[in-house]
Nanobody, 124 residues
Framework: VQLQASGGGLAQAGNALRLSCAAS????????LGWFRQAPGKGREFVAA???????IYKDSVEGRFTISRDNAKNTVYLQMNMLKPEDTAIYYC???????????????????WGQGTQVTVSS
């Protein structure tokens, strides 16, 4: 499985960005797809995840501002980020879970494949 993320960049606080991640050679269409982020000097943290049946979970601090979605036909997952805050600044990684769980999962240990990361910088 290979994951290619795109869409990061520089945004002012209050504005929006949309990330995309295309998964190739995905052998199980039920694979959970997720987004994580890592800010400078901090560990990688869960942001959002979605099952093939569109069950979704979010990190508390992004719920209501971020929206995760996926196109199963294209094996692509998206992260629409609205009302961005400076604390959202991080490298964002998309990930594919090891198995086709029937509910979204937030533990990085359950994800077996990772994209290369895309930088999101939010200025105040």
């Amino acid at each position: 499985v290979q994951l290619q993320a795109s869409g990061g960049g520089l945004a002012q606080a209050g504005n929006a960005l949309r990330l995309s991640c295309a998964a190739s050679r995905l052998t199980d269409s039920r694979t959970v797809l997720g987004w994580f982020r890592q800010a400078p000097g901090k560990g990688r943290e869960f942001v959002a995840a979605i099952t093939s049946g569109a069950k979704i979970i979010y990190k508390d601090s992004v719920e209501g501002r971020f929206t995760i979605s996926r196109d199963n036909a294209k094996n692509t997952v998206y992260l629409q980020m609205n009302m961005l805050k400076p604390e959202d600044t991080a490298i964002y990684y998309c990930a594919a879970a090891k198995y086709g769980y029937d509910r979204p999962v937030r533990s990085p240990a359950l994800y077996g494949y990772w994209g290369q990361g895309t930088q999101v910088t939010v200025s105040s």
